[in-house]
């Protein structure tokens, strides 16, 4: 069982940086591969960066490209997304995730934490 909050939502204004963290308990994090993803009001839930757990591999959805920046750290069993010039209008709620190879699927999800972007 991987227990997953994440943190750093909030109000931001138009053309500023964000960081979302999320905090995974367990001592196997770095078995699992880790996820962002988000959720518009009205629309579906949609992937948007992920992270291998040994090597650190990143990918990321087409749209975050350039500005989203994934990364982890296996000592504090933590991962973070950086998000840079957001863009106006925008709201969403962010959820971390973490998966096993054995199963290539997400198993685990945090109840999300709110990004709201100010005109």
């Known amino acids: 069982q991987v227990l997953l909050v994440e943190s750093g939502g909030g109000l931001v204004q138009a053309g500023g940086s964000l960081r979302l963290s999320c905090a995974a308990s367990g001592r196997t994090f770095s078995s699992f591969f880790m996820g962002w993803f988000r959720q518009a009001p009205g629309k579906e839930r949609e992937f948007v960066a992920s992270?291998?757990?040994?090597?650190?591999?990143?990918y990321y959805a087409g749209s975050a490209k350039g500005r989203f920046t994934i990364s982890r750290d296996n000592a504090k069993n933590t991962i973070d997304l950086q998000v840079k010039d957001l863009k106006p209008g925008g709201k969403a709620v962010y959820y971390c995730?973490?998966?096993?190879?054995?199963?290539?699927?997400?198993?685990?999800w945090g109840q999300g934490t709110q990004v709201t972007v100010s005109s």
């Open positions: 995730a973490a998966g096993q190879v054995s199963t290539a699927s997400y198993s685990y």
């Open positions: 992270i291998s757990g040994s090597s650190g591999s990143t």
